[in-house]
């Protein structure tokens, strides 16, 4: 029996810092024949989308660059359609990771074919949409065609599921279905694909490594880190992902461009605590963060801002509300009274039990429930 084609939207570049989207396409190859889409990049060199280990094939669909500006936009959304629209009957369900995407699909959809719609994000909170009402009405507007059109609804959270429910009129199951760790089998450390930079500032600092791992943005408290560094001239902090705002400039706020995921887990057993201090707003309320997965199982203490999402870890991670309770953590972690919450093999049973490798199989039982009805 042939395997079920997949037609995988993604509305980020294969070559992006590796979250939800990747590790999701990589383990429906185990079941299913996946196909890789997502717009060409002029960032990325076509070598990047290199051999993962995994059967997976990959469509880099053309675009044309600056894609913001309105006229180019409406252009690349008529590219799009078009390319899609020769290939769609080929594949047996389409996955979609953004509500725009299913705006160059939806007119060259059949009724066979399954839609799964993975509400990863509140797509309508990030700041470009807050700025832009005609965005965020237009962003809207899709996401309420995907859920009508979407055979299968899934959310990354159970307060992004609420959203959901509360902001449509849905009428179909919404499956729960919390981000995860990715366990490699192999972790070596080769010094040679780490930035000199992040070697240097590892080896040679004598004061407390607080790192942060993820995209910064302005969902990140950078004031907080500032006016800490400031305030203790014990700490430095190493920032790692991609970056779309300014960083404060001080000798012990470290940035890093991106790593490859493989080596995060190395980088962080060389810190002596690690970070999640976003602020709270509503993209963020609905963030069950792939970080703190990836955080407890370094086995290194965590200092992360309170959230609903967050409590579910509190058992393993140090929570703050207010700068004052921020500051007595790092204050502890000077004083090395910041440690783990319990046993470390506590910390590895959690993250066994929260691997990709486990989410895949909700899916897999989501989709069999879905083509046995």
């Not at 981000?179 to 080769?190: E, K, P, R, S, T």
């Not at 140090?318 to 972690?333: A, G, I, N």
Request: with cysteine.
């Amino acid at each position: 029996m042939r395997k079920l084609k997949i037609l995988y939207m993604m509305h980020v570049h294969w070559s992006w810092i590796k979250q939800r989207p990747h590790f999701i396409a990589e383990y429906l190859t185990e079941n299913y024949d996946v196909t890789v889409c997502f717009d060409k990049s002029y960032r990325y060199a076509e070598q990047d989308i290199c051999d993962n280990g995994y059967d997976l094939k990959f469509k880099e669909l053309f675009v044309l660059p600056f894609k913001r500006i309105a006229i180019i936009a409406n252009i690349n959304k008529w590219l799009l359609a078009r390319q899609l629209s020769c290939v769609l009957t080929d594949y047996d369900i389409v996955w979609v990771t953004h509500p725009d995407l299913y705006d160059v699909i939806k007119n060259s959809l059949s009724h066979e074919i399954t839609v799964v719609y993975d509400c990863m994000d509140d797509a309508l909170e990030f700041p470009l949409a807050v700025n832009n009402p005609s965005l965020r009405r237009y962003i809207e507007s899709c996401e309420g065609e995907l859920i009508a059109r979407c055979n299968i609804l899934i959310a990354s959270s159970l307060h992004l599921k609420e959203k959901l429910l509360s902001r449509y009129s849905i009428d179909k199951a919404v499956h729960v279905l919390n981000n995860a760790i990715n366990i490699y089998d192999n972790q070596i450390y080769d010094e040679s694909k780490i930035p000199r930079k992040l070697i240097y500032t590892l080896s040679n600092n004598k004061s407390k490594i607080i790192l942060y791992l993820g995209t910064i943005s302005s969902w990140l408290d950078l004031d907080v880190i500032m006016e800490s560094v400031k305030r203790y001239t014990g700490i430095t902090y190493i920032l790692i992902g991609p970056v779309d705002v300014v960083i404060p400039q001080h000798e012990r706020i470290v940035y890093i461009p991106p790593v490859e995921h493989k080596y995060i887990f190395t980088i962080m057993d060389r810190a002596d605590a690690l970070l999640m201090p976003f602020l709270i707003n509503e993209l963020v309320l609905s963030v069950n963060p792939v970080k703190l997965y990836e955080y407890i199982y370094s086995l290194k203490p965590s200092i992360i801002c309170k959230y609903e999402e967050t409590e579910k870890f509190i058992d393993y991670v140090h929570l703050y509300t207010s700068r004052e309770e921020y500051y007595d953590l790092v204050e502890q972690l000077l004083a090395g009274k910041l440690t783990l919450k319990m046993h470390q093999d506590k910390y590895l049973e959690f993250a066994l039990r929260n691997t990709w490798n486990e989410r895949a199989s909700d899916i897999f039982n989501i989709l069999n429930l879905h083509f046995a009805s």
